[in-house]
Every structure is written in structure tokens, then in C-alpha cells.
């Protein structure tokens, strides 16, 4: 997991052979970003063909929200 300034990442990478051509590579790709949430972060190809992707996605937190109180029994709220 990596940290940016003001947002925190997950970060995956992702050893891809060079067996597999362009198309096959943007389909995997595209569904890890459709399907996941992951955008791409970097992408090196080697002189024999081989990738390695880095794939991250933001991490979201979730926060606890304040309980709002109405000065109403709890069994009769939203009831009439």
C-alpha cells in the first residue's frame, strides 16, 4: 500500500508474459478498471516482449456519522 499526499492507495502489480498480444492486455485491463475500480499507475515493457503493470485504486474509508437526536423514544420514530 502506498500514501500520496492527501489520498491513500491500494497498489497491485500485475507480471504479464509476452504471449499475449495488445488486445488481450487492454481487455484485462479494462474490465480490472470497470469491474474493480483500479485505474493505471505505470506500465513497462521489456525488450522481450514482458509486462509488469502497476494497477492502484484509492482506499475509502468509512467514517461513523453522527446520530441525530429527536427527543422521541427510540420505538417511535418515523412511526405515526
Not at 500514501?3 to 492507495?9: I, L, P, Q, R, V
Not at 500485475?14 to 499475449?20: C, D, E, F, N
Not at 484485462?28 to 514482458?50: I, K
Amino acid at each position: 500500500m502506498a500514501t500520496s499526499s492527501s489520498s491513500e492507495y491500494e497498489i497491485t502489480r500485475l507480471r504479464l508474459p509476452s504471449t499475449l498480444s495488445r488486445r488481450v492486455v487492454r481487455q484485462l485491463l479494462t474490465e480490472r478498471a470497470e469491474h474493480d475500480g483500479w485505474e493505471l499507475d505505470r506500465m513497462r515493457v521489456y525488450p522481450n516482449g514482458r509486462r509488469v503493470v502497476t494497477l492502484r485504486r484509492k482506499i475509502i474509508r468509512a467514517t461513523k456519522t453522527p446520530v441525530l437526536l429527536t427527543g422521541a423514544p427510540f420505538g417511535r420514530l418515523g412511526r405515526a
